[in-house]
């Protein structure tokens, strides 16, 4: 059966080249489109990622299909340092991933603000002056 399609798309092809001979080979067009948007996922690795998805998602279909491509969040994770060591199985959304573990912060070491550091130790402590403590107004 797979045979027969490939044989179909074969001869489709001819059919096409052999009444547009001007036009390139379709198989050529496939392999220059996917190298085209290998190249765009690699400059999208390269912008800010809020940028890739608020701008550049926008600007058309291919450019859309890039920045939502599992593929390329991946990557992203990858080359920004994410490990995967944390967690124990592959994420379904790597784009929310990603954004997830940028504000991975504080709240996941402390999530109860058990150390009070107020913030570390040049950070100045609010105080409240109240009349009639010692305190001058």
């Known amino acids: 059966m797979a045979a027969r399609n490939e044989e179909a798309s074969g001869n489709a092809d001819a059919a096409i080249s052999s009444v547009l001979p001007h036009l390139p080979n379709i198989?050529?067009?496939?392999?220059?489109?996917r190298t085209t948007l290998k190249i765009l996922e690699?400059?999208?690795?390269n912008i800010?990622?809020?940028?890739?998805?608020?701008?550049?998602?926008?600007?058309?279909?291919?450019w859309k299909e890039v920045a939502d491509r599992q593929s390329f969040w991946r990557e992203k994770c990858r080359r920004v340092g994410y490990s995967l060591g944390e967690i124990y199985k592959s994420p379904d959304n790597w784009r929310?991933?990603?954004f997830l573990l940028k504000k991975k912060r504080n709240l996941i070491e402390n999530p109860r603000g058990e150390v009070e550091t107020h913030g570390g130790k040049n950070y100045p402590q609010k105080t409240t002056l109240v009349p009639g403590n010692g305190s001058q107004c």
Request: glycine share 0%.
């Open 48 to 62: 800010p990622p809020n940028m890739v998805v608020c701008v550049c998602r926008l600007v058309c279909h291919e």
């Open 42 to 45: 690699e400059i999208f690795l």
């Open 27 to 33: 198989n050529y067009l496939k392999e220059h489109q």
């Open 96 to 98: 929310m991933f990603y």
